[in-house]
């Protein structure tokens, strides 16, 4: 899963960036509104954390832009104002949680993947596929009930492709969602990683569409 996070104050956002890696975040930081707005038009992500003072652009015009486009994208705006006009004015400019500083890193992540699951059209806290379970929460993942050791890069490839259950995944949104800017990928990272998948999920678990990318195989 990836994360666009937008904060100019450089300790909390090292803080926030840190707790969004440890939630599986493949996390891009930007400061300043000029550049959320271009990380917003030029990547994909699967979340947004976004603060409202910024320089350059205020947090709630990008917000209304990037709806204004038509834009799903969960938001979860981030921020010290926090009287009641602006939490309405915040979710009525088309974001989906509203959050207030100073705020607990566990309440975030909780809220995040709350998101991450509405998005992925899961209600229920555990995503599920033929058999294999992940829980974002306590990150345990099983097949037909016996827990799975996954590493830590196994584990965010398989949240992704649960996360976007109904769509092909390419190599490079794979990728993407493992590593954040700056983070350098190995040249084969995803096939290697599929392929442990499969061998402890089962070979049909996720199908490679030829030329296309990765998805998750047919329920049985
Ligand atoms: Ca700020």
Known sequence: MRALLVEDDALLGDGIRAGLKLADFAVDWVRDGDTARRAL????????????GLPQRDGLSLLKELRARG????????????????????????????LTKPFD?????????????????SAGPVLQHAGVALDPATKRVSLNGELIGLSAREYALLYDLLGHKQHIRTRAQ???SLYAWGEEAESNTVEVYIHHLRKKLGANFIRTVRGLG????EEE
């Open 174 to 176: 794979l990728e993407e």
């Open 105 to 121: 890193l566990p309440e975030l992540q909780a809220r995040l993947r709350a998101l991450v699951r509405r998005a992925s059209g």
């Open 214 to 217: 990765y998805q998750l195989g």
């Open 41 to 52: 038009l030029d990547q994909s992500y699967d979340i947004c954390v976004l603060d409202l």
């Open 71 to 98: 834009s799903s994208l969960p938001v979860l705006i981030l921020t010290a104002r926090d009287t009641s006009e602006d939490k309405v004015a915040g979710l009525d400019a088309g974001a989906d949680d509203y």
